[in-house]
């Protein structure tokens, strides 16, 4: 009866971790690891990101505009070789994602966020993307942003906002495809870090690796931990 038992919290556990892991990216640079779970709800985007992961793209690109109390970017192609001091922040592969903003995900601590120009139909960069950090808002910043822009927030959006913190002055004009779900003290870390005029920090900060997690090998883990289980 036990080992049965067992085996039905591991499917329960499987099917889980399997729904879990979906569209998952790790980024490895030198302060540690950066998790991102990207959005069923944002095709394009996800699975441009996905895309690109699974071709290496993002290897040995820097995070090169970084901003205490707003956002980390990266993904420009012309950072990989860029020379000290130099203007980043224009690559790109030629063409743009078409914007998939909606009102369920917004610019939350920790929103993975589409960068882009000032085009017309809010379409982003088909390899830049930002991680936020932000900083909490009071009710009277929240009700200003909301008569500027003509948006309103719900009451979760502006909870969050108040207690968690993010840059709801983004919320309508930039895709946000996704959410740093381990990691926030290494994205606060490279934020953080001293920078020139243009906001590239005075050090290279590189993305060594961008992965999607395999599926595979999450669910091979859980398998094995519920053999050891069942041989109790």
Known sequence: MKKICLSLAAVFVLTLSANAQKNKIKIE????????????????????????????????TLFHRCIPQFMIQGGD?????????????????????PAEINDVAYH??????????????KSGSACQFYLVTGKTFTDAELDNMSKRSGRNYT??????????????????????FG??????????????????????PNKDIRMIKVRVISKEKFIDKIKGIFKKKDKK
């Open 29 to 60: 640079t030198e302060y540690g690891n950066i998790v991102l779970m990207l959005y069923d709800n944002t095709p394009l985007n996800t699975n441009n990101m996905v895309k690109m992961a699974k071709e290496h793209f993002y290897d040995s």
């Open 179 to 200: 959410e740093v779900t381990e990691g926030m003290d290494v994205v606060e870390k490279i934020s953080a870090e001293p920078r020139d005029a243009n906001d590239r």
């Open 108 to 121: 939350k601590r920790g929103a993975v966020g589409v960068a882009r120009d000032q085009t017309p139909d």
């Open 155 to 176: 009451p979760q959006q502006r909870e969050t906002y108040k207690t968690v913190g993010g840059t709801p002055h983004l919320d309508g004009n930039y895709t946000v």
């Open 77 to 97: 192609p012309e950072s990989k070789q860029a020379k000290p001091g130099q203007a980043l922040g224009s690559g790109g592969l030629g063409t743009t994602i």
